[in-house]
């Protein structure tokens, strides 16, 4: 694949797991996101890195731990979700912070048990 | 903040009509309007965009227009095809303060052959 990849496509997990979400990008972009898309409801921007730190986080709750070790991969740790989390979470890139297009990923979709 | 309203929510044309979807903004300060296409299984794909020092912008058989007077924008696809059936979301931001964008609720557009 080519663009914005994540890993892994679906996601089935109990309330006291933890697992990660990754996000990889090949478009040579300095900023990447985290979406989550739930039905019904606009797209949510959880979080943004430029250039590799985090400049924006959208009261997003602690559960989420975002890291990202580079410009071109972005994780989100999972721990003790509830099931409102279930939904698609989407990655993102853009050129850069200030850019203007935003380019998506496939998703993950994740299910809270 | 920016509160982007879309509508309708669910469109259905007959193959080769044309489909307008229309969204609002709140926030005179926004300068940027992607337009989102949203295949089933698979993460959303610009398709067309828009920024404020222009009114419309054409591409093929998709155009956007652009009233900033009115903060509204609209997609219009032409001649659709069965391949045109999707999610489609609109966004508005402001891209010198971070590019953080915000979406509209969608519009599941059924093209029927």
């Known amino acids: 694949e080519t663009g914005v990849t994540q890993t892994p496509r679906h996601l089935v997990m109990g309330m006291t797991n933890k697992k990660s979400l990754k996000c990889e990008q090949h478009l040579g972009h300095n900023a990447m996101y985290w979406y989550k898309q739930s039905a019904k409801k606009p797209l949510e921007l959880m979080f943004v890195?430029?250039?590799?730190?985090?400049?924006e986080n959208n009261s997003v709750p602690s559960r989420f731990s975002p890291e990202c070790p580079n410009s071109s991969h972005l994780f989100l740790h999972l721990h003790t979700l509830q099931p409102e989390d279930s939904a698609l979470y989407l990655c993102?890139?853009?050129?850069?912070?200030?850019?203007?297009?935003?380019?998506f990923g496939p998703g993950t979709r994740l299910t809270v048990t | 903040g920016e509160n982007v309203e879309q509508h309708p929510s669910t469109l259905s044309v007959q193959e080769g009509d044309s489909a307008v979807i229309k969204c609002t903004y709140s926030?005179?300060?926004?300068?940027?309007f992607p337009w989102y296409k949203q295949e089933l299984g698979k993460g959303p794909q610009l398709i067309i965009d828009?920024?404020?020092?222009?009114g419309e912008k054409k591409d093929q058989r998709i155009a956007v227009t652009l009233n900033k007077t009115a903060k509204h924008f609209s997609l219009h696809i032409t001649e659709t095809q069965p391949e045109d059936s999707a999610v489609y979301f609109c966004a508005a931001s402001l891209t010198n303060t971070g590019n953080q964008f915000y979406f509209g609720t969608g519009t599941s557009l059924t093209v029927i052959p």
């Open positions: 993102a890139s853009s050129p850069g912070r200030n850019s203007y297009e935003q380019y």
């Open positions: 828009i920024r404020s020092n222009v």
């Open positions: 890195y430029n250039f590799k730190e985090q400049t």
């Open positions: 926030d005179s300060a926004s300068n940027y």
